[in-house]
């Protein structure tokens, strides 16, 4: 069997292989798509030391740090199932194998709940954004609408008018979900406009970039176009942890439950990065999750009894 076990190979999963490995334990790394989100991502402006990169050079820098040490890599291999049993814990792939080991890493990342309009995907990364911590400042000066008036839709528009020229927040329902503080702060801004009961319909461009977006006004039904260079969509991010359902303690939201040290509900199971209840989901903390449950599992495997 594995010492560790990491099931997930974006920055999160990637940092714990090549700590565990610097352990000398045995150390393999399962995943669907080695590098994770970095792969769909153009630039990475805000990992410290690393003034640029591309998210796929910096997803084969990763890959090439792990080759460095002696990682079992199975690349496109989903997990479909966690077994503890009561001393080795079973990950069953969905190609019929099941892999054992003493401790495992979950770190299956998550993904951006799109909108479903036309003009989303052919626009994404070109005015088309998710994460404004990341692409936030290349809309210095411009026009934005943030989709989504939770908490997350909400802390954008704020974060975003700190930089943008103006935002425009567009929200589904009659009244923001987000908490009344926010909302309070929101209303203060000069160059934010809220638009409730609206319904996007489409993100339109001229072919190279955003120019608009389309939405139905609810109450009226009538299609109206706001006029702007960027959409930044914050209507959820969604764990990758459907298939833990049942066997790990998961938040409401779907994130695995983890604590200071990224233990799981379960003994001997840790997790780390953006599928978890961590906070703040970037490459550089996802790295240092991951960093972070690589050393519980080793001080989980030198204190149990198994030699
Ligand atoms: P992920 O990167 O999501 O990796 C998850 C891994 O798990 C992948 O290998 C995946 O294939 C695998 N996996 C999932 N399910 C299974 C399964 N069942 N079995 C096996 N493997 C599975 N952050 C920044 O800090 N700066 C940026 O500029 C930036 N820009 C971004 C731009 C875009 C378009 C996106 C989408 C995200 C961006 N982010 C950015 C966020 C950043 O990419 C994430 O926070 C980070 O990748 C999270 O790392 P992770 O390892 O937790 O998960």
Redesign the pocket.
Known sequence: PFDVLI???????AAAAVYAARKGIRTGI?????????L??L?????VSVKETEGPKFALALEEHVRHYDVDIMNL???KALKAGSDLIEIELENGAALKARSVIL????R?RKLGVPGEDQYRNKGVA??PH?DGPLFKGKRVAVVGGGNSGVEAAIDLAGIVAHVTLIEFADQLRADAVLQRKLASLPNVTAILHAQTTEVTGDGQKVNGLVYKDRATGVDQRVELEGVFVQIGLVP?TE?LKGSIELSRHGEIVVDAKGQTSVPGVFA????TTTPF????I?AGDGAKAALGAFDHLIRSSAP
């Open positions: 099931v997930g190979g974006g920055p999160a999963g399962a995943s669907e798509r080695f590098g994770g989100q970095v769909d991502t630039g990475i402006e805000n990992f291999q989903r997990a770190s299956t990342g998550a951006w998710y994460c990341c990758n298939w780390a990065g953006d599928a989901k970037q490459i550089i996802a």
